[in-house]
């Protein structure tokens, strides 16, 4: 069993912002899926389905982005999941171009508070994770505003498409092909050009 942990904030003030890249892959999973994440369980809203054969659980944390750990971690041992295999953990990306992935088997938090708080919780930096590019901050923007802030409609359409590309990615990780989502998604966008 997976448990697929997209990040975000609650309450609608902060839907379809930079930082809810994650909830908006789980919501595109969801959807795909036919899986209702409407389930209030370890501080998230949950949905049990199958994806490429496998069971999993759809996680949307509820605790607020820099608590994110709390509601992970609680997942973690309820549905007794290996967090180094099974835990896959979606989240937006500053440091990398609107709509771009990055998967990653493991790392550091990358000054993410979301994933910092999952590290402290989990302790280990060990575990899968696909970052979805939010584009970098504007020299004189606040970090806080920028990634509370809503995406234009140009950058919008690059979204979706990197929303797509994740759920692929997820599909490929849950069928143990990690190193063929790796090859296919790391690379940047212009070289497939």
Do not use: C, W
């Amino acid at each position: 069993m997976f448990i697929i942990a997209g990040l975000g904030n609650p309450d609608r003030q902060y839907e379809g912002t930079r930082h809810n890249a994650g909830f908006d892959v789980i919501d595109r999973i969801a959807e795909k899926y036919n899986i209702a994440v409407d389930v209030r369980k370890h501080r998230a809203y949950i949905g049990k389905g199958v994806i490429e054969g496998q069971k999993v659980i759809l996680a949307k944390p509820q605790t607020y982005m820099n608590l994110s750990g709390e509601s992970i971690r609680s997942l973690i041992d309820y549905y007794k999941v290996d967090e180094e295999q099974e835990l896959i953990v979606i989240y937006d990306d500053i440091s990398l171009d609107v709509g771009q992935l990055r998967i990653r088997a493991k790392g550091s938090a990358g000054g993410h508070n979301g994933i910092k708080n999952i590290i402290a919780h989990l302790g280990t930096q060990v575990f899968p994770r696909i970052k979805i590019g939010v584009g970098e901050k504007p020299s004189k923007y606040d970090l806080a505003d920028y990634v509370l802030g809503h995406f234009s409609k140009a950058e919008r359409e690059l979204m979706d498409e990197g929303y797509d590309r994740a759920v692929r990615a997820v599909e490929l990780i849950v069928s143990d092909r990690m190193d063929e989502a790796m090859n296919e998604y790391n690379r940047k966008k212009k070289e497939e050009q």
